[in-house]
Nanobody
């Protein structure tokens, strides 16, 4: 059973930084990709950033140049460094994994990040 444990995040003022971590356990097969999505109240869950094999990363336009995703392959962990945070970045942030030969999706429980103006 794949489990994702998130850490980091919290409350920060606009212009500040936060760092999220997500460690995957129960890994037997290869992880195809890892990443982060976010969901604000009353809105759909949207992609923030993903990182696949070979370290190829993909970012939402709204976070390009401010957020950086990184992955520790040995620890099955993904990180999201968030700089120059804005109030509109306030959301629940969810870790995501594309796992195994069938590409099954797994989600973390989410961590709330709040950016005050």
């Amino acid at each position: 059973q794949v489990q994702l444990v998130e850490s980091g995040g919290g409350l920060v003022q606009a212009g500040g930084s936060l760092r999220l971590s997500c460690a995957a356990s129960g890994i037997i097969f290869s992880i195809n990709a890892m990443g982060w999505y976010r969901q604000a109240p009353g809105k759909q869950r949207d992609l923030v950033a993903t990182i696949g094999r070979g370290g190829i990363s993909n970012y939402a336009d709204s976070v390009k140049g401010r957020f950086t995703i990184a992955r520790d392959y040995g620890k099955n962990t993904v990180y999201l460094q968030m700089n120059s945070l804005k109030p509109e970045d306030t959301a629940g942030y969810y870790c995501w994994v594309d796992y195994g030969p069938g590409g099954a999706n797994y989600w973390g429980q989410g961590t709330q990040d709040t950016v005050t103006s």
